[in-house]
């Protein structure tokens, strides 16, 4: 891939950034406009990406070598990118190294990434507004800068490698909208405690971020934040349900993953704070699961969790109610990076071990 530099103070985060990008597999080449060779060494530059900067285009046509017809990058990603450089792209203009890598990579339609980074004056300027519009009718992706201290500051690193990620993937999920139930629910029990699990909501977090990478639109229910999807805010497993069924009878979804440990018994809520030094008796109320209202919804393909040593039985079943695949762990997995998960489907087990984030991807094979 090759990474875009330009004459914004941000430049001075692209070395955090090519390791980033490097640490996810790709191969980066830097390219830098003589106003970010100014903010930021191209020897730096150099040492992130393990190739030599390129701060002209000389006879060896590298803009053509790269983002050409048949180039060898596959994604150009400007960052950070200026109000200068950006209005350039939106007319034709090519005269620094990296609008002539735009200019390229734009008429040969390869995926284009560009993320601003100005004074927020500067951003809100009616023709910077305008060449942004014309940048997104083009199919080049602008991932929205943070809007602090007067600044269109440069998006969160994590935030920036997702969306390359999502152009090299060639998406093959695009046009397909996916919800998904992720992490703990919170029970209360009186006005201080609650009832609750160990689930830190990793996978959800995976299974999210990863239909992303593939090209989805992904919405995620629940107590969390996770960058590039839109966030649904519910911590009760009541919340929950009532979020859940609101989206699914509201919009269209493709898939639902229900990957949140959702609440199996609610406890009676005490007034107060139950007084400590004493014996307490709870009585916990059974909850319905919204997987059985869901599975074998039409059009809705629906992938549940299981969570045991042996629900091979239980998860037959539910792939007989209608969903397209349960994936069963042990609680060991709760809360861990990694675990022992197995796939079951319509055409037979499959057995993973790895990563959340490899089980993740593996998940995302089986239903693709």
């Not at 007319?91 to 990579?105: E, S, Y």
């Not at 029970?187 to 090209?215: H, I, K, W, Y």
């Not at 629940?222 to 979020?243: D, F, K, L, Q, Y």
Request: hydrophobic content about 45%; glycine content about 8%; aromatic content about 4%.
């Amino acid at each position: 891939m090759v990474l875009g530099i330009t004459g914004s103070i941000a430049a001075v985060e692209t070395v955090k950034l090519a390791h980033a990008l490097r640490r996810r597999g790709a191969a980066v080449q830097g390219v830098m406009s003589t106003a970010a060779a100014g903010i930021l060494h191209p020897d730096a530059v150099a040492y992130a990406t393990g190739r030599p900067a390129i701060t002209r285009c000389t006879g060896m046509v590298e803009h053509v070598a790269l983002c050409g017809i048949d180039g060898e990058g596959d994604v150009l990603l400007i960052a950070p990118c200026t109000a200068n450089t950006l209005c350039k792209m939106a007319h034709g203009i090519d005269d620094t190294p990296v609008t002539t890598f735009a200019t390229t990579a734009l008429g040969r339609g390869m995926p284009v990434i560009v993320v601003p980074a100005m004074h927020h004056s500067m951003f809100r300027h009616p023709g910077v507004a305008s060449c942004i519009e014309t940048l997104r009718r083009w199919g080049v992706t602008v991932i929205d800068p943070r809007i602090e201290e007067q600044k269109a500051k440069i998006a969160a690193i994590e935030e920036i490698v997702l969306h390359v990620e999502r152009a090299a993937s060639g998406m093959p999920l695009a046009s397909r909208r996916v919800l998904v139930t992720s992490g703990a629910c919170r029970e209360p029990v009186d006005d201080v405690r609650v009832l609750t699990t160990r689930s830190t909501g990793m996978m959800g977090r995976e299974l999210a971020l990863q239909a992303f990478r593939l090209g989805a639109e992904v919405t995620v229910v629940h107590a969390g934040s996770i960058p590039c999807v839109r966030n649904v805010a519910a911590r009760t497993a009541a919340e929950m349900r009532e979020a859940v069924m609101g989206l699914l009878d509201a919009e269209h979804f493709d898939f639902y993953l229900s990957a949140a440990a959702i609440s199996d018994f609610a406890p009676e809520r005490s007034e107060g704070k139950i007084p400590s030094g004493q014996a307490v008796t709870l009585r916990l109320a059974p909850l319905p699961k919204i997987i059985d209202v869901v599975a074998g919804r039409e059009g809705l393909r629906t992938v549940a969790f299981k969570l045991g040593w042996d629900e091979e039985a239980r998860a037959q079943s539910m792939l007989d109610a209608g969903a397209a695949l349960v994936v069963v762990n042990t609680p060991d997995a709760m809360g861990a990076d990694a675990g022992a998960f197995a796939l079951l489907s319509a055409s037979g087990r499959r057995d993973v071990t790895g990563t959340k984030e490899e089980v993740a991807a593996a998940v995302w094979s089986e239903l693709q």
